[in-house]
T-cell receptor, first 113, second 110 residues
Framework: DGGITQSPKYLFRKEGQNVTLSCEQNLNHDAMYWYRQDPGQGLRLIYY???????QKGDIAEGYSVSREKKESFPLTVTSAQKNPTAFYLC????????????FGDGTRLSIL | EDKVVQSPLSLVVHEGDTVTLNCSYE??????LLWYKQEKKAPTFLFMLTSSGIEKKSGRLSSILDKKELSSILNITATQTGDSAIYLCAVGRGAYKYIFGTGTRLKVLA
């Protein structure tokens, strides 16, 4: 989606290092999400945020952290506690109503060095 | 435990064939069922279904929800090589959460 920008497209992490994935949106959406996608698996929810300064853990939050200081931005930090971080990470946004679909950014592919 | 199951996991067809993809779910507090197409990067939205029995159509693609059977199908008629992708089914649970299936990988041969 043109209104959601994820960066970088590719990222390499050294052992013991924290890395931060960026997600910026200009859709004026309140809700933002982070998913992880592994080969042969569906998207799994890491964290989501319904509104600025609030966020909730998803199904696989361990080893990850987020912040939501601005409506437009929802960065994801992959900490050294995440032992298997190699995956494709997708950010999504949605408007305020549950009858609206999620829209996705182009993703960041994270690999271990 | 909530789950969304898609079948088949993968499918290879020839151009012009019709395909039917399946999605079944067991999700508490169901709100909606969504279909997405994922080629290389971002999943793109195809359909959102909330009411049983009402077909949604877009060109050669159509989809319908059966709340009694807790399932949905996505039909693609007269397939083209550009339809090759992973098709994802997601179920909205409550106001904000979504549960995704593993996807169906479709390959259309010329």
């Amino acid at each position: 989606d043109g209104g959601i920008t994820q960066s970088p497209k590719y990222l390499f992490r050294k052992e013991g290092q924290n890395v931060t994935l960026s997600c910026e949106q200009n859709l004026n959406h309140d809700a933002m999400y982070w998913y992880r996608q592994d080969p042969g698996q569906g998207l799994r929810l890491i964290y989501y945020s319904q509104i600025v300064n609030d966020f909730q853990k998803g199904d696989i939050a361990e080893g990850y952290s987020v912040s939501r200081e601005k409506k437009e931005s929802f960065p994801l930090t992959v900490t050294s506690a995440q032992k298997n971080p190699t995956a494709f990470y997708l950010c999504a946004t949605r408007g305020p109503y549950s009858n609206q679909p999620q829209h996705f950014g182009d993703g960041t592919r994270l690999s271990i060095l | 435990e909530d789950k969304v199951v898609q079948s088949p996991l993968s499918l290879v067809v020839h151009e012009g064939d019709t395909v039917t993809l399946n999605c079944s779910y067991e999700v508490t507090n169901f709100r909606s069922l969504l279909w997405y197409k994922q080629e290389k990067k971002a999943p793109t939205f195809l359909f959102m279904l909330t009411s049983s029995g009402i077909e949604k159509k877009s060109g050669r693609l159509s989809s319908i929800l059966d709340k009694k059977e807790l399932s949905s199908i996505l039909n693609i008629t007269a397939t083209q090589t550009g339809d090759s992708a992973i098709y994802l089914c997601a179920v909205g649970r409550g106001a904000y959460k979504y549960i995704f299936g593993t996807g169906t990988r479709l390959k259309v041969l010329a």
